[in-house]
């Protein structure tokens, strides 16, 4: 073990590498996992603060600048009433056995408002539980398939989203490949990911736009 000095203070409040991108499997699994881990700086008195070596008083300062550019999502009125249908419509959704069409859900504003972090935090935590239910293990894989399990889907659409190009969107989140594949043979490849792995959400994200 190592002593550590006055001024050896702990740098976890600079999280390594870059940012995850939510649009593949990977990169929504590793933001699901670790979108909590972010400790905020400890509120100091300005007596405290002025105590501090100056390598730990920039050291502070540098955490509580990562403190305002992490700040967590604030729960309002209208978040609790987005978070209660949203959760809803995704357990009801996914809880469902009959081939009928599932019920989506719209959420609209206008841009900075916390829709899309509102959403992603809502589906992440459904999709905390229902990996803990069964055990992080798809219950419906095929014997001997290695099908990667994705009960959410996350996606963001192409700023001019057609049909086809929202699909291809689709399976890059899973890796899939797209290339020479028409429209009917897209919308029946993005059908059979979302069986294969078992994705019970699908989010797709729609650039704001004049």
């Given at each position: 073990?190592?002593?550590?000095?006055?001024?050896?203070?702990?740098?976890?409040?600079?999280?390594?590498?870059?940012?995850p991108?939510?649009?593949?499997v990977?990169?929504?699994a590793?933001?699901?996992?670790?979108?909590?881990d972010?400790?905020?700086?400890?509120r100091?008195?300005?007596?405290a603060?002025?105590?501090?070596?100056?390598?730990?008083r920039?050291?502070?300062?540098?955490?509580?600048?990562?403190?305002?550019?992490n700040?967590p999502?604030?729960?309002?009125?209208?978040?609790?009433e987005?978070a209660?249908?949203l959760?809803?419509?995704?357990?009801?959704?996914?809880?469902?056995l009959?081939?009928s069409?599932?019920?989506?859900v719209?959420?609209?504003?206008?841009g900075?408002?916390?829709?899309?972090?509102?959403?992603?935090?809502?589906?992440?935590a459904?999709?905390?539980?229902?990996l803990?239910?069964h055990?992080?293990?798809?219950?419906?894989?095929?014997?001997?398939?290695?099908?990667?399990?994705?009960?959410v889907a996350?996606?963001?659409?192409?700023?001019?989203?057609?049909?086809?190009?929202?699909?291809?969107?689709?399976?890059?989140f899973?890796?899939?490949?797209?290339k020479?594949?028409?429209l009917?043979?897209?919308?029946h490849?993005?059908?059979?990911?979302?069986?294969?792995?078992g994705t019970?959400?699908?989010?797709l994200?729609?650039?704001?736009?004049?």
């Amino acid at each position: 073990m190592t002593a550590k000095g006055d001024d050896d203070v702990s740098y976890s409040f600079l999280l390594p590498g870059q940012p995850p991108m939510r649009d593949t499997v990977e990169g929504w699994a590793r933001w699901r996992r670790t979108r909590h881990d972010f400790a905020p700086a400890p509120r100091l008195d300005l007596a405290a603060w002025r105590a501090m070596s100056p390598r730990k008083r920039a050291l502070h300062d540098l955490h509580r600048a990562a403190t305002h550019a992490n700040l967590p999502l604030l729960h309002t009125p209208m978040s609790r009433e987005v978070a209660k249908l949203l959760h809803g419509r995704i357990r009801t959704n996914a809880l469902k056995l009959k081939p009928s069409t599932r019920a989506g859900v719209m959420i609209t504003g206008g841009g900075y408002q916390g829709k899309t972090e509102t959403a992603c935090e809502i589906a992440a935590a459904f999709e905390d539980s229902w990996l803990e239910l069964h055990q992080h293990v798809n219950p419906d894989a095929l014997p001997g398939a290695r099908d990667l399990y994705a009960p959410v889907a996350y996606v963001q659409t192409p700023v001019t989203a057609k049909p086809k190009s929202t699909s291809k969107a689709v399976l890059n989140f899973y890796g899939a490949p797209t290339k020479n594949l028409d429209l009917p043979d897209l919308v029946h490849q993005v059908a059979a990911s979302l069986n294969d792995h078992g994705t019970k959400a699908l989010l797709l994200d729609f650039t704001d736009r004049p």
